[in-house]
């Protein structure tokens, strides 16, 4: 079974609305996992942009030579991504099923405020 590391997801403006950890080495504080989304949200829109290919959504998937990071884009902008080990298959059915988990249960909060951190409740 491969193991996801972290799990991540970015609003259309690029903030950090939900961060989980699930790696027991190297765990980051908050303040780098903020980072980590910026860079990635930053990288995003580059690719789209320097992209030969006509109507490009941006980078996929990002292979390292220690983990992988997954991405999926929903049509409102926000970005969900993971980032787990090396060679991990169907991230993609994983990820969308993060996003209907997420347009179920956070979107149809009446609670929520669009592009607020997600709040777990304790």
Known sequence: MAAIYSLYIINKSGGLIFYKDYGSAGR????DSLRVASLWHSM???SQQLSPVVGCSGIELLEADTFDLHCFQSLTGTK???VCEP??????GLLKAIYELYTDYVLK???YEMEMPIRKPS
């Not at 060679?87 to 993609?92: A, I, V």
């Open 28 to 31: 980051m504080d908050t303040n």
């Open 44 to 46: 995003h829109a580059i």
């Open 80 to 82: 969900f991504f993971v």
């Open 87 to 92: 060679g991990t298959q169907q991230m993609e």
């Open 109 to 111: 909060n009446p609670f």
